[in-house]
């Protein structure tokens, strides 16, 4: 069974960047079945995509993100990142890491989610 | 695509019947999936191509619809079915539904 875990900085200053890493356990990052990626829900409980990477690479990300967000991987240590870009109070949120299959782009599998808030 | 839940919040007893409603703003074919979060936990797949069961959903849980509209009915309430419930179209990129709270009454 796919496990994946977020960590990263529960805090970020306005202006910086945002950086998280999920580990995945029970599963290779090489598989060619999945993609990985990161999803996140605001205090108000919007739930909303962010991106997501193949192992070849590829990158699909949320346009309203877009110009911020690089998601990237890390095979070695079977992980994948997520750095955001010039963070606002709008950033603040929960963020999760999650998997799915080639198939379709939706989550089965799931990160138990980790807080950032952003505040000087 | 813009995907809107109706209604917000669901009051209902344990044992009776829920029916969430999810409607996108274009077609969607079957590209739908539903899921559940309750609080401090990450959302779980319930259905997907709007009426697949995922591995391990009680049968109690079932969708229906496609183009636009689409259910999601609970059947014979259980407490731990009480939580807060979204939509997904995959077809046109991702985009998520306001979501719907099942609460007790």
């Known amino acids: 069974q796919l496990q994946l875990q977020e960590s990263g900085p529960g805090l970020v200053r306005p202006s910086e960047t945002l950086s998280l890493t999920c580990t995945i356990s029970g599963g290779s990052i090489s598989s060619n079945n999945n993609f990985w990626a990161w999803v996140r829900q605001s205090p108000g409980k919007e739930v909303e995509w962010i991106g997501h990477i193949y192992y070849s690479g590829s990158t699909f990300y949320n346009s309203a993100l877009k110009s911020r967000v690089t998601i990237s991987l890390d095979t070695p240590k079977n992980q994948f990142s997520l750095k955001l870009s010039s963070v606002t109070a709008a950033d603040t949120a929960v963020y999760f890491c999650?998997?799915?299959?080639?198939?379709?782009?939706?989550?089965?599998?799931w990160g138990q989610g980790t807080v950032v808030s952003v505040s000087s | 695509t813009v995907m809107t839940q109706s209604p917000a919040t669901l009051s209902l007893s344990p044992g009776e019947s829920a029916t969430l409603s999810c409607r996108a703003s274009q077609s969607i074919n079957n590209k739908l999936a539903w899921y559940q979060q309750k609080p401090g936990r990450a959302p779980r797949l319930l259905i997907y191509d709007a009426s697949t069961r995922a591995t391990g959903i009680p049968a109690r849980f079932s969708g229906s619809g496609s183009g636009t509209e689409f259910t999601l009915t609970i059947s014979s309430l259980q407490p731990e079915d009480f939580a807060l419930y979204y939509c997904q179209q995959y077809i046109n990129w991702l985009s998520f539904g306001g979501g719907t709270t099942v609460e007790m009454k």
């Open positions: 999650a998997a799915g299959y080639s198939s379709g782009w939706l989550f089965h599998y």
